[in-house]
């Protein structure tokens, strides 16, 4: 899907857009809609309902102190507005795989004000469980979505899972998110 996830300003920078967020708020809450949830949308509204990135543990156990700070790290670094697309590149599990997607949303004109507030962590096994919500000048656009991020190389990052899922709500997946083998959480 070509989303603003990791793109920026017209200026090469990446980092979630509210041109993604406000698409990310149509498409889940028309998938919401179908299901009962809420059925409004539009450029400043939230959708309060949980959006999970795909079949993977929850809950689990509180994250220590250390783990959270590296989670809401590599999910600052990865939906930053002002961050280049090798920094998002860096802060994605199998960044590399995602290259030419966050180059090509990199060259789109996009929201420099996008960010991104992680709220509970919690561990599932080698899995952190993430809530986070996605924003533009501070203020929610799609919030409560469920992520998880992943140690890769001794480093978090957000789960490639948690990427595609994104890119689905938006449209048209690159083909690297029907890939298993990028896109699976550690057992």
């Given amino acids: 899907m070509t989303i603003g996830l990791t793109i920026g300003t017209g200026r090469g920078r990446a980092g979630v857009t509210a041109l993604l967020a406000s698409g990310l708020v149509l498409a889940a809450t028309a998938a919401c809609s179908s299901s009962g949830g809420p059925d409004t949308a539009g450029p400043n509204a939230t959708n309060q309902t949980t959006t999970s990135a795909a079949a993977a543990p929850t809950g689990g156990t509180p994250a220590d102190a250390a783990t959270k700070q590296a989670v809401t790290s590599a999910y600052e670094h990865f939906f930053s507005g002002t961050a ?86 938006q449209g048209n997946p690159p083909s690297v998110c029907s890939d298993s083998s990028i896109t699976a959480l550690p057992q």
């Fill in 84 to 169: 280049a697309p090798a920094v998002s590149q860096k802060a994605l599990q199998h960044g590399d795989a995602f290259k030419a997607v966050l180059e090509e949303q990199a060259k789109g004109q996009y929201s420099k004000d996008s960010g991104v507030k992680v709220g509970d962590i919690t561990m599932s096994g080698p899995i952190a469980n993430v809530t986070f919500t996605i924003t533009s000048k501070g203020a929610p656009l799609l919030a409560n979505i469920k992520g998880f991020a992943v140690q890769e190389g001794g480093t978090w990052k957000v789960a490639a899972v948690t990427f595609c899922m994104l890119l689905k709500l």
